[in-house]
């Protein structure tokens, strides 16, 4: 899932006016000569159907981007999902150029350079005399943290017990563990119907399956009812 984002990062290089195909897309008209470093982020997340790693859904991402840089590093730590220190690719960063504990522009790491230095793609930037979109080296006192996405990774924790799913409608309640079913902790408060009996649960926009080893490709813990489980 990173290398496809920034695949599609890479893509959308290029100089662009403010009244561009991100605001568009956004605004929803042309003629949005806005800032757009953060609607670039969730243009291309949304663009490669991620959105929900980022959000609960479309319509909170766009408040919130309207909202502001500040309202991604709130999302973050509310998810527990904010880090100071190591960055990875795949991290969204949100900087503080002017050092006043304000964020106030976002881009993605692409490539870790060094124990300090990173390579990101970003919007409304600078590259000479032109503004656009471009890869910029960065180096981590420019910044006041990430937010690290919950990309594919495999749950190697979860038990090697095959799992039997029976019944079709589930319920996710809460972020706890719940005998080593993980899924997205954004599904949460969201119906899922079990599909492809016994091994695949659909959720809004995405697929979780649970592998006859007990393995997912995502980490997260949730709780879910309605659903039996026999081992």
Known sequence: MINKLIAELNRRIGAYPKDNVFNTWY??????A????????????HFIGITELLWDNYTEAK????????????????????F??????????????????IPDHIGVII??????EFETIEGNTTMGNLSGVFMKKRNIIDTMGVFRPLYDVDNSSSPNTPLIVKGNR???INAVDYKGITLHPWVKEAELTVVDDP??????????????????????????EN????K
């Not at 100071?84 to 504990?101: A, C």
């Not at 490539?111 to 300090?116: F, K, L, N, P």
């Not at 659903?227 to 026999?230: D, F, R, S």
Request: charged residues 20%.
């Open 27 to 32: 605004y929803g008209k042309t003629g949005m």
């Open 34 to 45: 806005y800032d757009y470093c953060a609607v670039f982020i969730l243009y291309v997340f």
């Open 63 to 82: 408040k919130a981007v309207a909202e502001g840089v500040k309202n991604w590093m709130a999302r973050a730590k509310h998810l527990g999902q904010w």
């Open 84 to 101: 100071t220190e190591n960055y990875q690719v795949g991290d969204v960063v949100i900087f503080d150029f002017n050092k006043n504990g």
């Open 111 to 116: 490539a870790i350079t060094s124990a300090t």
């Open 170 to 172: 589930v319920k996710i």
């Open 199 to 224: 091994l695949t649960v659909m959720v809004p926009k995405t697929t979780v399956c649970i592998s006859p080893n007990g393995k997912a490709p995502v980490t997260a813990r949730v709780e879910i």
């Open 227 to 230: 659903l039996e489980v026999i």
